[in-house]
């Protein structure tokens, strides 16, 4: 069965880990964004990966578009524009159907 991770600060990550997720990165600079998406897109238990909005924005251009092209782990940004139309494409874009139309 594969885990759920977060990327955030400390508040953003303090709410999933009372909820049970135990797979958080809390992160504040650049680098330990970065450091946290490589180290989750190395594993192999990792489905789903929540990560703010803004923190995707901050990662250099060739770590987004490995995201992008990655089916597993699914990058679910969350606190910004978007929000259900980008989970559907990322559901489209993971199992290969729309199940909107």
Not at 36 to 42: E, F, H, N, P, S
Not at 70 to 90: C, D, M
């Amino acid at each position: 069965m594969k885990r759920l991770a977060v990327i955030g600060d400390p508040d953003f990550t303090l709410g999933f880990m009372l909820a049970g997720i135990s797979d958080t990165y809390e992160v504040t600079t650049d680098e330990e964004i970065a450091k946290a998406v490589d180290d989750v897109l190395k594993r192999d238990d990792i489905g789903v990966v929540i990560i703010r909005q803004e923190y995707l924005r901050r990662l250099p251009p060739v770590l987004r578009r490995v995201i992008d092209e990655t089916v597993e782990p699914t990058f679910v940004s969350v606190g910004g524009t978007g929000g259900v139309e980008e989970i559907k494409e990322k559901i489209r874009k993971a199992i290969g159907v729309d199940l909107w139309k």
